[in-house]
């Protein structure tokens, strides 16, 4: 008699989704995973292949992206980013079955969390290195560097319109991971 009384306790703590918004939830889980891991993915790899020299006043100059923590620390969490976006495919997946634990969506909701807001520091550093070498700091006697590195700008401009896309798509994946686990928690 017990045992009746807690599985039906159990029941009514677990409302079942209604199996469109549970298939829509789950098709724009996976796709936004893989768009903000292939993007990700993208700008981490130009910005590996963002080097150019130049021999200016016959010294011998060289801009990559190496050379500064904002752009390695954005490159890294480009790199992290997807890797994580990739990897959190397989509880996305789980979470499709019907019988998946609800706290699931909670600790899916915390992963994107973490992940949109490192997404979004490693792309105010690098946007704010960027500025800098476009437009220079005549307060701080800093030059632009891009009218004499073009290819070297471009690459990173590209990089981090890549990333934008992919801290947009992170954001949404918060937002929908929040919106589930409070739907699944009343």
Not at 8 to 21: C, E, F, G, I, M
Not at 63 to 74: E, G, H, I
Not at 125 to 152: H, L
Request: charged share 10%; proline share 4%.
């Amino acid at each position: 008699m017990e045992t009746e009384n807690v599985n039906t306790t159990v029941s009514k703590l677990r409302p079942n989704p209604s199996p469109v918004s549970h298939l829509c939830f789950t098709a724009s889980q996976i796709w936004l995973r893989i768009v903000a891991a292939a993007t990700s993915i993208a700008a981490a790899c130009l910005m590996f292949n963002s080097r150019q020299s130049k021999v200016l006043f016959g010294t011998d100059l060289d801009a990559r992206y190496t050379y500064n923590p904002s752009f390695k620390f954005f490159t890294i969490m480009n790199v992290v980013a997807s890797v994580l976006s990739l990897l959190s495919l397989l509880p996305v997946f789980s979470l499709g079955r019907k019988f998946s634990n609800p706290v699931n969506y909670f600790f899916l909701f915390i992963h994107d969390l973490i992940l949109t807001s490192l997404m979004v520091g490693g792309f105010g550093a690098a946007t704010a290195i960027a500025q800098v070498g476009k437009y220079g700091n005549n307060q701080a006697g800093w030059m632009p560097i891009c009218d004499n590195f073009g290819k070297f700008c471009h690459k990173v401009m590209a990089s981090l319109i890549l990333s934008l896309l992919s801290t947009i798509c992170y954001l949404l994946l918060t937002v929908i991971s929040a919106n589930k686990a409070r739907e699944v928690s009343d």
